[in-house]
């Protein structure tokens, strides 16, 4: 009598432990039939969320509560939903048969104020996601794992890096398929071909000029001249325009070399332009005078102009470097 009462007591456990896989399982395979039917995540209300997450559960839930109603003014919420819909759709097609067991919801302010209350939630969006408590994959910490978009919007790419470092290591983890933007692609085939034709058109016309010797010659004399004047040293430095000596009134070159003022750089850089400018005359200009007297005038101008720009430059750098023991009149 007594070894049917124990073959009956252990029937009816082993009756009740199947039962309550049974129902586990057909509660995971109810949600996830209504994921499908849906195409993405499901839509919940306070009973259904409580559904979702109730233990045991052999299936992983992740929850994005949201407030999206224009209402409650939470841009936020509203520039990550595409998102959050692209990344679910995206697991949805690349999981058809659910062997990940993840189910995707979305709890809408409006729908879930006690459970909003309940999770003593201030702001939203908050993702939520509940791990199994039953079956292989079961944790023993059953407490919900929670991503606070403390950061601003988030891409789907980052949220299923998130979810995915809380499965199980050989659980299917489908990668995020975003859809061709298709307006980018038509704007910046319209973009490219535009440039293309327009180079096209404007080639012969923009060609002689980038092609010009004289325009490159300007350009890099300008460079030099700009480089050379220590236009970079005072970029760095911060250096100031100008200084005062003390008295009322204006420095315009400082003493030492690891001194300089804005103004001292633009003083140089004309010297030398001058400078270059009587080099390149004497060089390319007066050769090409037919009148001897014109030319022989025009040499000792130059010639001139390059001798007294020298000396002010001597004079310039005597001032940087007091020990220097060389200067070329009219400057002392």
Known sequence: MKFIRGLSACLLTLLTVQAEDSSEGDHYAKFRAVATKASGSIKLDDTSYAKLTSTPRNHTSAILLTALDPRFGCNLCNDFQPEWDMLVKSWMR??????????????DFLDGKQTFQSLGLQTAPVLIMYHPTAGPHAKVDPSPSRF????????????HAWISRHLPSESPKPPIQRPINWMRFATFTTIVLGLITLGTVAWPYVWPIISNRNLWAAVSLIAILLFTSGHMFNHIRSTPYVSGDGKGGIIYFTPGFQNQLGLESQIVAAIYAVLAFATICLALKVPRM??????????????????GMYSFLLKIFKTKNSSYPFWLPPFF
């Open 290 to 307: 037919t009148d001897p007297k014109t030319q022989q005038i025009a040499v000792l101008i130059w010639g001139a102009v390059m001798f």
């Open 148 to 159: 606070d978009f403390s950061n601003g919007p988030q891409r789907a790419e980052g949220i």
């Open 94 to 107: 690349g999981d058809p048969e659910g062997d990940s067991r993840v189910v995707f919801g979305t709890l």
